[in-house]
């Protein structure tokens, strides 16, 4: 049981490349999202889903993608990178509200 | 939308009580909950009040009020590896209910010898 599993655990982009960020959950958890964390700040809602096929905008959703063709994968793609998108980003899966989120390990991204 | 405050940071020393208050604003209101991340880690779940009271976890509780909208975590005898951000969180109205957790934040509790 892996849990939550994310790659890469660090990028480093060039302004204007695009890339996708990937995350997989094995616990058959309907619920996932993609937050991103800068130094000193809480975790902001960048896009969320509550099953394959449905997904909606969280927070900062802008210059953000995103798809959920299985109940296993939420990948998360950068359009064109920028460098205020340099971040560290979580995924997160979840069953319910009260079992609470899992998250994963992180992807630290750098935009240059 | 959801706003939620929460101190930036607390300090105590080992083997005191220290409590993190957390207040909200939302527009409905689907349960509170707590969340712990220590430096550089993924953050990992503590607790959840969809009701008024105190939920007990080990050394951990929460509690909640949802006349004040308001609650906060408790941490009993506390230890030197407890020194981490802690975060409260709401879910918000979204796509068909559930899914969209918003998080305050967060609390740098340091905890002193």
């Known amino acids: 049981n892996a849990g939550v599993t994310q790659t890469p655990k660090f990028q480093v982009l060039k302004t204007g490349q695009s890339m996708t960020l990937q995350c997989a959950q094995d616990?058959?958890?309907?619920?996932m999202s993609w937050y991103r964390q800068d130094p000193g700040m809480g975790l902001r809602l960048i896009h969320y889903s509550v099953g394959a096929g449905i997904t909606d905008q969280g927070e900062v959703p802008n210059g953000y993608n995103v798809s959920r063709s299985t109940t296993e994968d939420f990948p998360l793609r950068l359009l064109s990178a920028a460098p205020s998108q340099t971040s560290v980003y979580f995924c997160?899966?979840?069953?319910?509200?009260?079992?609470?989120?899992?998250f994963g390990s992180g992807t630290r991204l750098t935009v240059v | 939308g959801q706003s939620l405050e929460q101190p930036s940071e607390v300090t105590a020393v080992e083997g005191a009580i220290v409590q993190i208050n957390c207040t909200y604003q939302t527009s409905g209101f689907y349960g509170l909950s707590w969340y712990q991340q220590h430096d550089g880690g993924a953050p990992t779940f503590l607790s959840y009040?969809?009701?008024?009271g105190l939920e007990e976890t080990g050394r951990f509780s929460s509690f909640l009020s949802r006349s004040d909208s308001y609650g906060y975590l408790l941490l009993q005898e506390l230890q030197m590896k407890d020194s981490a951000s802690y975060f409260c969180a709401v879910r918000d109205e979204g796509y068909n209910q559930g899914g969209k957790l918003i998080f305050g934040q967060g609390t740098e509790l340091s905890v002193k010898p």
């Open positions: 009040n969809g009701l008024d």
């Open positions: 997160a899966s979840s069953l319910e509200d009260r079992s609470g989120y899992t």
């Open positions: 616990m058959n958890h309907e619920y």
